[in-house]
């Protein structure tokens, strides 16, 4: 059983450019999660995305955008990157709310630094 | 908009010892209550969580006690090793369910042999 897998690692982008971090939903989960984790601080919810469309989102602009794809996998896009966007951004996969089934299954990050 | 309040920020603890970690949170929607543990350079992973049907839930050396009446809840490590410093996050569902999770900032412990 392969876990959730994030990409790329670490990243580093200037202010006001373009990102998009990818993310592999563990295998058997149809829910894909986006949290953002600053420096110190807990994860914050991004979104989520079921069924290959948006499920629910936190308090995060209209830049920060997304995608699910028929296999479960999903992006993570932001544009006008801003220097408060430097954080941990981290992807968790589950089953749907209704199953019953309470576990988010955590990848390791995507670290972005925006300079 | 709902928060969840955990405290303290850090704590250190002798080997062997007893780390307690508390929680308040101001409302949920669901009634559910996880603790996360977070290891450097890894995400959270679920330690152990609670529903409040009962008051108390432990798992080895890890134990939940909930107060709904207070809204509140804490994680006690008995028998604290240095294998088990880390960060821990408690979190609570927000609407939409019980995959929706809000987390407290977070507290780093580190236990001394």
């Known amino acids: 059983e392969t876990g959730v897998t994030q990409s790329p690692t670490h990243l580093i982008k200037t202010r006001g450019q373009q990102v998009t971090l990818r993310c592999s939903s563990q295998s058997g989960h149809n829910t894909v999660s986006w949290y953002q984790q600053a420096l110190g601080q807990g994860p914050q919810f991004i979104f989520q995305y079921y069924r290959e469309e948006e499920n629910g989102r936190g308090n995060f602009p209209p830049r920060f955008s997304g995608l699910q794809f028929p296999n479960y996998s999903s992006e993570l896009n932001v544009n006008a990157l801003e220097l408060d966007d430097s954080a941990l951004y981290l992807c968790a996969s589950s089953l749907p709310a209704n199953s019953g089934a309470n576990v988010l299954t955590f990848g390791a990050g995507s670290r972005l630094t925006v300079l | 908009q709902q928060q969840v309040k955990q405290s303290p920020q850090s704590l250190i603890v002798q080997k062997g010892g007893i780390s307690i970690i508390n929680c308040a949170y101001e409302?949920?929607?669901?009634?559910?209550f996880p603790w996360y543990q977070q290891f450097p350079g890894k995400g959270p992973a679920l330690l152990i969580a609670i529903r409040p049907d009962v008051s108390e839930k432990k798992e080895g050396r890890f134990t939940i006690s909930f107060n709904k009446s207070a809204k509140q809840f804490s994680l006690h490590i008995m028998d604290s090793q240095p294998g088990d410093s880390a960060t821990y996050f408690c979190?609570?569902?927000?609407?939409?369910?019980?995959?929706?999770?809000?987390f407290g900032a977070g507290t780093r412990l580190a236990v001394h042999p």
């Open positions: 409302n949920t929607a669901f009634d559910y």
């Open positions: 979190a609570a569902p927000f609407s939409g369910g019980y995959n929706k999770l809000i």
